[in-house]
């Protein structure tokens, strides 16, 4: 810790330089004229100032008044030395007005002037930690409200529903998304139990869910995904698939939840498998008609050879004409075959429609 | 006049007989081939500018043993005769090169017509 002694009288300087030495205080500046003094004090930024209070050129009350009126000054403690004249009531009256810590009165005794001065700096020290705390938390506040700012951004701002809920599984905290999804807007949950955002058939499980759950021990909870039913405002329910979070503060258990509507993700899944159950059936169709074109044309080829080479009033002409007869009907049947598949892989392709196999198959 | 020759691509062995016997009837040579490699080793020796393609065949398809004949021979005429053929299938024929496309069972006589139009083609390039 930092002394300033201002005196302009040397002796006194001296004696209090080294009562205060010998007890171990290293930082110890001596000064005999006020006004370089109040010069000095910005610089040596001491953390205790002993004054004298009867100086020439400014007297003790007026230094100590100009210096409660710097901010950067006003903070260091002052102990006054008087003379031990004149009233003691006026002195006292005039040295706490003028802002000093305390005061002593000459003769100077060493462990009168430490006990003071030792007192006056644990204060000093008290008031300087107090001041660090303050800045500490200032600045952890700017940080938490950033890191505050931060959170509500990205939760409002994502179309996923956040839902935070406590131990109790009330909703605290219902995000933009959630608005959204479920279509109840903040103040008509807050506060209420989470059911309601399940449909009727998933609530007994989930509640099974939470109560398995160790209130104190949460951490088997984290990341874990369900697959559900929601429903909302309107009544209208839909898939949806929950990522689940869960944190201590101090002794209470908090619940995110977060949400997304898996609705398109579920209608494409459902085309898909569609398309490729219809995709399968044509390629199929496709395979039968190769394989009855291949006999059929050998059949219907022969028949036609076998009627060029019998006579044309020949009794047989009949019968093998029956049998071309009925490999080209077959022949129509699988080109019409051969012909829906086409008509459905077309549609298919483009996209036109979603062909129904059902359908299909009746044409 | 180009010679009367045609080339017959098909491994259905009597699919293929059949062909065979049908044309030589009509009074055409013709010369088979099971697999597209084998028509490909057959025309490295002989011209031949009328041929029937299965399009289904072991190893290289039909689609693409048309475009390598394509390649050899610009000229040439090629028919696909086929059980099936799916949209893709239809595209690539005309693609690869194809002046027409049946879908089997084919009518004799609508091969003799592919087969006499094919010639009549030919001697008409022929004769300018």
């Known amino acids: 810790m930092k002394i300033l002694i201002i005196d302009d009288d040397p002796l006194t300087v001296e004696l209090l330089q080294n009562i205060l030495r010998h007890a171990g205080f290293e930082q110890v500046q001596g000064e005999g004229d006020p006004v ?25 009350l007026e230094f100590c008044a100009r210096l409660k009126k710097s901010t950067s000054t006003m903070g260091i403690p002052v102990i006054m030395i008087t003379a031990g004249s004149g ?12 802002g000093c810590f305390d005061f002593i009165t000459k003769p100077l005794h060493a462990a009168e002037v430490l006990a003071r001065i030792k007192s006056a700096l644990t204060i000093r020290r008290a008031l300087l930690k107090l001041q660090d705390e303050l800045k500490l938390r200032a600045e952890i506040e700017k940080v938490l409200q950033a890191s505050e700012y931060r959170f509500r951004a990205i939760a409002e701002l994502t179309p996923d529903a956040i839902v935070i809920a ?20 903040r103040d008509e ?13 998933f609530r007994e499980v989930d509640k099974r869910g939470f109560q398995a759950l160790s209130k104190t021990d949460v951490s088997g909870l984290f990341g874990k995904r369900i697959e559900a039913w929601g429903v909302s405002k309107s009544g209208r329910e839909f898939p949806l ?15 995110s939840a977060t949400i997304r ?7 494409a899944e459902e085309q898909r498998i569609e398309q490729e159950k219809l995709n399968s059936v044509l390629e199929m169709a496709g395979a039968v008609c190769h394989e009855l074109n291949q006999p059929l044309q050998v059949i219907m080829g022969y028949a036609e050879m076998l009627q060029q080479n019998l006579p044309p009033d020949s009794p047989q002409q009949l019968r093998v004409e ?20 086409r008509y459905e892989t077309k549609s298919y392709i483009q996209k036109t429609r979603i062909v129904d196999i059902h359908k299909a198959s009746e044409k | 006049m180009v010679d009367r020759v045609l080339l017959i691509v098909e491994d259905e062995p009597t699919v293929r007989h059949l062909f065979k016997e049908q044309f030589e009837k009509e009074g055409y040579s013709v010369i088979t081939a099971e697999s597209a490699e084998e028509a490909l080793a057959i025309l490295k020796t002989q011209r031949i500018l ?20 394509k390649k050899i021979q610009p000229i040439s005429i090629a028919y696909a005769v086929t059980g099936y053929a799916s949209l893709f299938q239809l595209t690539d024929c005309i693609e690869s090169g194809f002046s027409d496309y049946f879908i089997k069972p084919v009518k004799t006589r609508v091969l003799y017509k592919a087969a006499r139009d094919a010639f009549e083609k030919l001697d008409r390039w022929r004769s300018k």
């Not at chain 1, 989470?194 to 009727?200: G, K, P, Q, R």
Request: charged share 20%.
């Open chain 1, 241 to 255: 698939e929950s990522s689940m979070a869960a944190w201590q503060e101090g002794t209470t258990v908090f619940f």
């Open chain 2, 50 to 69: 009328v041929l029937f393609l299965d399009l289904k065949l072991p190893g290289m398809d039909g689609v693409q043993l048309c475009r390598e004949i």
């Open chain 1, 322 to 341: 029956k049998i071309a007869a009925q490999a080209e009907k077959l022949g129509n049947i699988t080109q019409k075959l051969a012909d829906i598949t």
């Open chain 1, 87 to 98: 009233s003691v009531d006026d002195t006292i009256n005039q040295a706490y007005g003028a």
């Open chain 1, 189 to 201: 949950v807050m506060g209420r139990h989470i059911d309601f955002l399940l449909a009727e058939r």
């Open chain 1, 166 to 185: 406590d131990v109790h599984e009330h909703i605290v905290f219902w995000n933009r998304g959630s608005e959204q999804m479920f279509g109840y807007m």
């Open chain 1, 36 to 60: 370089a003094a109040l010069a000095l004090v910005p610089e040596f930024n001491p953390d205790l100032i002993v004054l004298d209070m009867q100086m020439p050129g400014m007297s003790g």
């Open chain 1, 261 to 267: 509507d898996l609705t398109e993700r579920h209608t």
